[in-house]
């Protein structure tokens, strides 16, 4: 059976992150937390794509008694995401030792 | 009614279901939810247009783009065989004997003057049929592609059959006279028939004042030229009537189907 080896992008690696420590966030609370680093234009859209790669689960805002307009979306990571980024972050730590260093001969 | 109805009318309209409630509906309700309200605009229209185009090149929209465009070539072969039929036959001069038919002044290319635009509506209806799962923004750019091909045909294709064909006529006649009897230039023709002139020559005729063609007569207008005018206005006319008729019948072949489960469920 083919098996697809998972990829996360730096952004969809920022946003897990931030999930993984701050358990629930909207979109718009991911962007605040981010620093600059995930901006407002794409942040729905990679939201939306690690949905359905399966890295995060939503779900709406509880209804608020005379609230108006659309509820909410609330993200949160799910176990198979989080140990995407965790074999992520392992990987990545790992390669960084094997590189070699510049300037010596 | 809260800010953001319109944007979210519009996403749901567009956009595919499950899209608009992943991408688009979290946009909205955080636009609605914030201050900056600027940010929460260009936040929504970048997501739309990564939405659309994602949209557009799933497996459902492109059913609905070979469905439509198949029975939009079957109509449009179906027609173009009757038309050659009828045209190419003796049946053209029982045609013509028809009065108020007006066959005749639809010359040979009638399937890409009247037949394009009215093919759109079908065309759409049988495609999104059969690809119901397909997204808005695909019916749409299905109903776009068939008012640019409408405009084509009408506005370049057709004319250059037109002119195809009096050029031929001109050279026949020329060949089996052997040049012995004087006729129009075909410049001159070319130049009056404003069947036969492409979109932006026709504007450029009807917006020309009538030609003296008589170098001695500067002020003599002949009269075939007098109506030349007039001629290029109706035809003017003619054309940007089809192409209002296409975009009805991309309306149509787009809204048909969700009127008509409008009226089943009232009744």
Same mark, same amino acid.
């Given at each position: $059976? ?62 608020? /008694? ?24 392992? $990987? ?5 030792? +094997? ?7 | ?12 309209? +567009? ?71 009828? $045209?190419?036959? /003796? ?20 399937? +890409? ?79 009056? $028939? ?41 035809? +003017? ?31």
């Amino acid at each position: $059976m083919k098996r697809e080896f998972p990829h996360i992008s730096r952004t969809e690696r920022i946003i897990l992150d931030l999930l993984v420590h701050d358990e629930e966030l909207y979109g718009l609370q991911i962007v605040e937390r981010s620093n600059g680093l995930v901006k407002r234009g794409t942040v729905y859209v990679t939201l939306g794509r690690m949905q359905e790669k399966g890295y995060v689960e939503s779900r709406t805002e509880p209804p608020v /008694p005379g609230a108006i307009g659309l509820p909410r979306r609330l993200y949160r990571p799910t176990a198979y995401g989080a140990a995407v980024l965790k074999a992520w972050t392992r $990987m990545a730590t790992a390669l960084a030792r +094997l590189r070699p260093a510049r300037g010596l001969s | 009614m809260n800010r953001g109805w319109l944007l979210h009318a519009l996403a749901r309209w +567009l956009c595919s279901p499950q899209r608009c409630a992943n991408v688009l509906e979290p946009a909205i309700a955080d636009l609605q939810h914030d201050s900056n309200r600027l940010a929460g605009y260009r936040a929504f229209w970048i997501s739309l247009v990564d939405s659309l185009a994602h949209d557009v090149c799933e497996r459902d929209s492109r059913a609905l783009f070979g469905q439509a465009a198949a029975a939009f070539l079957a109509m449009i072969a179906m027609s173009a065989a009757v038309e050659a039929a009828v $045209m190419r036959s /003796p049946l053209r001069a029982a045609v013509h004997a028809v009065p108020y038919l007006y066959w005749y002044a639809l010359a040979s290319s009638a399937t +890409l003057v009247w037949i394009v635009p009215l093919a759109i509506a079908p065309a759409l209806l049988y495609g999104r049929r059969r690809a119901p799962h397909a997204a808005g923004v695909a019916g749409l750019c299905a109903a776009a592609a068939g008012v640019f091909l409408s405009l084509a045909a009408s506005g370049w294709i057709a004319p250059a059959i037109e002119r195809a064909g009096i050029v031929r006529q001109h050279e026949a006649f020329e060949a089996a006279t052997n040049k012995r009897f004087q006729t129009v230039p075909l410049e001159v023709d070319l130049d009056r $028939m404003s069947t036969a002139k492409s979109l932006p020559s026709l504007i450029k005729g009807a917006l020309a004042p009538p030609a003296h063609r008589f170098p001695g007569y500067p002020n003599y207008v002949a009269p075939e030229d007098r109506y030349s005018h007039e001629a290029h206005w109706m035809d +003017l006319k003619l054309r940007l009537l089809l192409l209002v008729a296409s975009v009805l019948s991309g309306v149509v072949g787009l809204r048909a189907r969700s009127l008509a489960w409008t009226v089943r469920e009232r009744s």
